[in-house]
């Protein structure tokens, strides 16, 4: 995909969007001692569904990166690396590439079995099993509900939202593995907390794009699904 002048604006302005989102503190992030969540979550979501996959993951990128430096989380620990895989899932679903996007969900699953502490600790993704199963089962009927009534459209951008949110736990899970030397204890005593942390997240990231959907299709702009 060829940028030009007018996505390179859109793209560093919702990366710019996520920077500063990122300063608006929610909750701590489970397992970590420095890290937040933030309102940047939610920005990146918005930047996905508007923009696509493309765009918005670019976005994501640009903006989760600079806002690790700008909020003075540094590097330790990359987030920027499972946001911006989690946004490519969320922004694949959202724009009806269902197949593509439920494949890089599977692929992470994939890949944590591929890690000692992932054998041991086997059932740590059973979430993401759910949530793939629900895309796998709804994903005739996901791009209807896109277009459906508000609670369709609520429910099906929920479950994108919520998909990506795992899909950014999982492989941020697996890059914390190593860096911090974690053990299968560790990642077990927050089997039944994580899913609290990224089902209201979700469920927020859908409250609170439908009506900027709504806003920005009034514009005269043509921004969504770019």
């Keep these: 995909m ?36 933030s309102l940047g979550s939610v920005a990146i979501h918005v930047a996905v569904i508007l923009l696509g996959p493309v765009m918005g993951g670019l976005a994501t990128l640009i903006g989760s990166s600079a806002g ?14 499972p946001a911006t895989i989690g946004a490519l899932v969320t922004g694949l679903l ?14 992470t699953i994939a890949a944590w ?49 919520t998909a990506g949110l795992l899909c950014d736990h999982l492989v941020g899970s697996i890059i914390a593995y ?19 942390e990224r089902i209201m997240l979700g469920i927020a990231s859908a409250t609170i794009v439908i009506p900027v959907m709504r806003t920005v299709s009034r514009l005269p702009l043509s921004i969504i699904g770019r």
């Excluded at 600790?121 to 508000?150: C, D, K, N, Q």
Aim: hydrophobic content about 55%; aromatic content about 14%; charged content about 10%.
């Design 2 to 37: 060829r940028l030009h002048g007018n996505d390179v604006a859109l793209v560093g302005v919702f990366a710019a969007l996520i920077i500063v989102m990122g300063f608006f503190k929610l909750t701590p992030l489970i397992g970590a001692t420095s890290y937040q969540f």
């Design 68 to 81: 690790q430096v700008a909020t003075g989380q540094g590097f330790a620990f990359p987030m920027f690396i």
């Design 94 to 107: 959202v724009h009806k590439r269902i197949r593509e996007g439920a494949a890089l969900l599977a692929a």
């Design 113 to 161: 079995y591929l890690l000692p502490v992932g054998r041991e600790a086997w059932m740590y993704p059973y979430l993401h099993f759910v949530a793939l199963g629900a895309i796998v089962a709804t994903s005739s009927r996901l791009p209807a509900w896109m277009e459906g009534s508000p609670h369709q459209k609520w429910s099906a951008i929920a479950l994108c939202c």
């Design 178 to 196: 190593p860096i911090f030397g974690l053990t299968a204890s560790m990642y077990e005593a927050v089997l039944f907390i994580y899913p609290v």
